[in-house]
């Protein structure tokens, strides 16, 4: 389905390695984003980069099976992130909710993100541009919001 999404019985430490990892791999423009920034701070931006384009990856895929099992396995990330549960999934499942602690995200604003993201999916096309901006904002701003904080918990510049 997803690699971030397969079963990972590593520790934190490894699942984050695996997140940097595949964001250096397969996302060259927002590995060198998350470049910019020294030590935590570039981790917690891939982290939260991985995240959001699993999310995007999932929806473009063309099998419906592939978005709904995908997005229920984000939602149960964001789940466990949300009640401190166990981490038994991915490498996302062990490594976002650690990165949300240290960026001051919440887990129910990306919540929100993707369920806009089904609702998108499920509309299809939008009757009118107001529907498909009020749509597009209802993306970004959590994922912005996010960013924001993977930068502002350690006070760090890009180098």
Known sequence: ?????????GSRDAATAACVRYVRVNHPVGARLAALWRGGVGVRLAVLFAWFETARELGRSESKFVHQRGFDLLRATLDDALIGGPRAGGALDRALPHVLDEAGASPVSLMGCLEERERGLAVGAFASRTELLAHAARLTHP?????????????????
């Open 1 to 9: 389905m997803h690699p971030l999404l397969d079963p990972f019985t």
């Open 143 to 159: 994922e912005a919001l996010a960013y924001l904080g993977g930068l502002g918990a350690t006070g760090a510049g890009p180098r």
